[in-house]
């Protein structure tokens, strides 16, 4: 359970950077202040989408039901099935982190796109 707490404690952390990520914009030509209330607007749209902590805690649930099944499946004891459930949480918890960010990165992008703007990344 510590390394549980010592590997998501850091990404819980950092589990709203999704929303809140600034895309390269080409900014020729933009006028900055209605660029800056843009951002904003396509940032608070990207809080709806579903971001890294909710993603997260349903994939480490996921892997930890996983994770207990590979270890029961491969004949392991209480330990060994335990072991393999707090891996599967980890990876499942990381996956859907990652998941979590890049959706809603994908929307702030594509706000921003729809907007007129030339988003570089």
Known sequence: MK??????T???????????????????????AKYDTDLQQCQAYATQQDGAAKSGLT??????A???????????TGSNIAQSAGVGAIVGGGYGLYQGNKA??????NCLRGRGYKVLN
Do not use: S, Y
Request: glycine content about 14%; overall charge negative; aromatic content about 8%.
């Open 66 to 76: 996983a994770g207990a099944l590979l270890g029961l499946v491969a004949g392991g």
């Open 10 to 32: 850091p990404l819980f952390l950092v589990a709203c950077a999704g929303a809140n990520v600034k895309p390269i914009v080409d900014m020729q030509g933009v006028n900055q």
């Open 59 to 64: 994939d480490a649930a996921m892997g930890v």
């Open 104 to 109: 809603q990165e994908a929307v702030v992008t």
């Open 3 to 8: 390394a549980f707490a010592l590997f998501f």
